[in-house]
């Protein structure tokens, strides 16, 4: 318990800041005005959206990584690294264009990479799971393109923000969807989380306890890929932020993997800093949120592949 209320606390006070910074910040005491006065404009029309948005989809996609490095029991092998991600991205662009449901969309594109990299990778080891599924992630990012380069200029351009991951079009309104899918996740999470805890003992452990491999397993891909396409629909695709949210919360907490709900408190902690980030470095343009947490999560996986090269036998 005591790792969730130190994440917990530590979320509180990176919104917290959030909310303040900016091009302009604000004191404590215009903030705590304006959070109880229910007009202010820059609170509740700009920035205070942006965070609950962070929040929800930095949440998912923490609690996404986590349970599929333990579903894998890969480090590597999270939605962002593996296609998943890229995959829902492109399941968007196709329902657009379709004029179908975007979830839909996502939830198919999600599962369909996956899929594909499971099916290609099959008995080959997790270094060949994760390769193929960085082919499949570039395939899908490819095919996106296309279908951008053949949209029509006012909608490309929207659809570029939102490619490159971004809060910049947050409403009241947009994180609702959003933490609807999250709340469902969690409450699944939580339910079910005597055997999700067991992912990360193999496969002989889970049968000696009598955990169901089978349906352990149809169930964490189910939260994983609505997870991902939830997220995905409200912010964009964002690279590195599933992979780096679960380790980062082991190491600063101590938690024992899976780490679930650390893992989704370490997720809503980096993309509200990486939002606020955003926001600092360029306050007169849209610098989007996926190319900050690139930059914090590409550095991170060079450094993790050079301490576990031989481990993983890279």
């Not at 202010?40 to 490095?69: E, K, N, T, W």
């Not at 962002?80 to 839909?104: C, E, W, Y």
């Not at 082919?135 to 929207?158: F, I, S």
């Amino acid at each position: 318990m005591r790792p969730v209320l130190t994440l917990l606390l530590a979320l509180l006070v990176v919104s917290v800041v959030a909310l303040a910074g900016g091009r302009d910040w604000l004191s404590p005491a215009e903030l705590w005005r304006g959070l109880w006065s229910g007009e202010d404009f820059v609170i509740h029309v700009l920035r205070g959206p942006r965070v609950l948005l962070a929040i929800g989809a930095g949440a998912s996609l923490g609690l996404a990584g986590a349970l599929m490095q333990g579903l894998t029991r890969n480090p590597l092998a999270t939605p962002d690294v593996i296609g998943l991600v890229q995959g829902a991205g492109l399941g968007h662009m196709l329902a657009l264009s379709a004029g179908l449901p975007l979830l839909t969309g996502e939830m198919l594109g999600a599962i369909c990479a996956l899929a594909v990299v499971s099916v290609l990778a099959r008995g080959q080891g997790p270094v060949a799971f994760v390769l193929y599924g960085i082919g499949t992630g570039a395939t899908a990012a490819a095919a996106t393109t296309v279908l951008l380069l053949r949209a029509p200029e006012a909608q490309a351009g929207q659809m570029m923000l939102w490619l490159s991951g971004s809060l910049a079009r947050a409403d009241p309104g947009t994180a609702g969807p959003l933490f609807a899918v999250l709340s469902g996740a969690v409450i699944v999470t939580v339910w079910q989380a005597h055997r999700l805890n067991t992912l990360w003992l193999g496969d002989d452990v889970m049968r000696g306890l009598g955990v169901g491999l089978g349906g352990v397993r149809l169930m964490s891909l189910a939260v994983v890929a609505l997870l991902t396409a939830g997220a995905t629909l409200a912010v964009g695709p964002v690279g590195f932020l599933a992979f780096t949210a679960a380790p980062l919360a082991r190491a600063v907490t101590g938690a024992q993997p899976p780490a679930l709900l650390p893992a989704a408190l370490m997720g809503a902690c980096l993309l509200t800093t990486a939002d606020l980030a955003a926001r600092l470095i360029a306050p007169l343009v849209t610098l989007p949120t996926g190319l900050v947490m690139t930059l914090i999560g590409a550095p991170y996986l060079i450094w993790f592949l050079a301490r576990e090269k031989r481990r993983l036998a890279l």
